[in-house]
């Protein structure tokens, strides 16, 4: 069995740390100059992430905007992007995702979800097909992004955690591709009430793993078993009534799902 090691390397942007992990079995053989280069248009680009959205810079578009100001929309293909993104979550999930917080447009919701995607695609795919990087990941607080090398047999590892202990594993998944969101009762911006303190969503992307997880705090273990059916998702979640249950393609051995 192939033995791995892990590069970290974290980039302090924005108002979370960006950790980017790559997995290789012989570190020697690594371009540390393409890693360098990569790394610094990471940080680049999550630099004109945080201009747009940052809501610390009352001159960003996201503060102008929730003060009235909605050039945005016309100027930057990146805030109209997200908030595009933001209204057909909100119609995807029957306003159980919401981008307003205390009344103004907010999109933190699905923002780090949609920034991974958007960095990893552009920046770490590609890393793949240089020696000695077998696979590669990108997180985000609870929100991460990953990918391994064709044709190999690496998996990364991810653990999911008791909300209420964190010492106390959950989960385990082992994905070759992927993301996987985790979202909780303090990260969740919904003040509905929910017997749901955990969900954790695999998928193909970050930001359907961060749209769903998100949704299905506010939706509760009553109607989120019908989106878990319709949409097909994948993950596990933490009621506290219910308990622990597993879902994966739609289908869960627990939680009464209509089809």
């Excluded at 303090?186 to 359907?208: C, F, G, H, P, Y």
Aim: with cysteine; glycine share 6%; charged share 25%.
């Amino acid at each position: 069995m192939t033995e791995y090691k892990y590069l970290t390397i974290v980039v302090n942007k924005f108002d979370l740390p960006f950790e980017i992990k790559l997995a290789t079995p012989e570190p020697e053989v690594i371009d540390t100059e393409l890693i360098d280069r990569t790394v610094e248009k990471i940080s680049e680009n999550i630099k004109e992430y945080d201009e747009i959205f940052s809501l610390e810079n009352n001159d960003s578009i996201l503060t102008r905007f929730q003060d009235g100001e909605e050039t945005g929309l016309m100027t930057s293909k990146t805030f109209r992007e997200v908030y595009e993104q933001t209204i057909m979550a909100e119609q995807m999930t029957r306003h159980y995702f919401s981008s307003y917080f205390n009344g103004k447009y907010d999109p933190i919701g699905l923002l780090n979800g949609w920034m991974i995607d958007q960095i990893f695609n552009r920046y770490l795919l590609s890393l793949l097909s240089s020696e000695g990087i077998d696979g590669v990941s990108l997180r985000c607080g609870e929100d991460v992004r990953l990918a391994s090398r064709p044709n190999i047999d690496f998996r990364w590892r991810i653990a999911i955690n008791d909300p209420k202990n964190l010492g106390i594993l959950l989960a385990t998944y082992y994905l070759q591709n992927g993301a996987v969101s985790t979202s909780n009762e303090m990260r969740s911006l919904r003040k509905e009430k929910s017997n749901v303190e955990q969900v954790t969503i695999v998928s193909n992307n970050a930001l359907d793993a961060n749209i769903w997880s998100s949704a299905g705090i506010a939706a509760g273990t009553n109607k989120f078993p019908e989106f878990i059916a319709k949409y097909r998702l994948t993950g596990v979640l933490v009621d506290k009534y219910v308990g622990m249950e597993n879902f994966r393609d739609g289908y869960s051995d627990k939680i009464a799902i209509s089809k």
